[in-house]
Every structure is written in structure tokens, then in C-alpha cells.
């Protein structure tokens, strides 16, 4: 997560950004961070993820893109916050 790299400190949004970059793959067969991203520190850090997940253009990248935000307080502060997001992007 970005603030792990910047600040050196993980919390529960931390896990949320890493389980965007998991979702992002499993509905688009493809990493949210390239090698073209620069190296893994850089890539995080470049808010590309996120870019690549509101690209999708539909309710569902959106949410994830949400989860993919570089600043971890616009992120859902829990995973039951997160799942309702996504659950909503879907049958909304």
C-alpha cells in the first residue's frame, strides 16, 4: 500500500488496497501495476492502479478504484465498509 512506502505504517485501509489490486486482476486478467510502472516502490506510489481501475468505466471499477485511492482515508475503513461498496456497484 502507498503508505507503507511512505510512511512506513499499515493499517486496515492498507489491506483494502491490496485487496483492490486483487480484485482489479481477477475482473480484468491483468495487474493493476506494470513493470512500465517503475519499480515496485515507485509503482505503488504512482497512483496508477487506481487510474487503471476507474479506466473500466462501470459501477464496479469505480468501487475498486475507491479501495485503489493513494490516500488511505478516502479508502473504506473496514472490509465490511469495502464488500457493501462493491455490493452496491454491483446491485445498485
Avoid: M
Wanted: charged share 15%.
Amino acid at each position: 500500500a502507498p503508505e507503507l512506502v511512505t510512511q512506513g505504517a499499515t493499517s486496515t485501509r492498507s489491506d483494502i488496497y491490496q485487496v483492490g489490486l486483487i480484485a482489479y486482476f481477477l475482473i480484468t486478467g491483468k495487474a493493476a501495476l506494470s513493470v512500465q510502472d517503475g519499480p515496485s516502490h515507485q509503482a505503488v506510489i504512482s497512483g496508477n492502479a487506481q487510474k487503471r481501475a476507474l479506466e473500466l468505466k462501470t459501477p464496479l471499477g469505480a468501487a475498486i478504484g475507491q479501495w485503489l485511492d493513494l490516500d488511505p482515508g478516502k479508502r473504506p475503513a473496514t472490509c465490511p465498509a469495502a464488500w457493501g461498496a462493491l455490493y452496491r456497484s454491483v446491485y445498485a
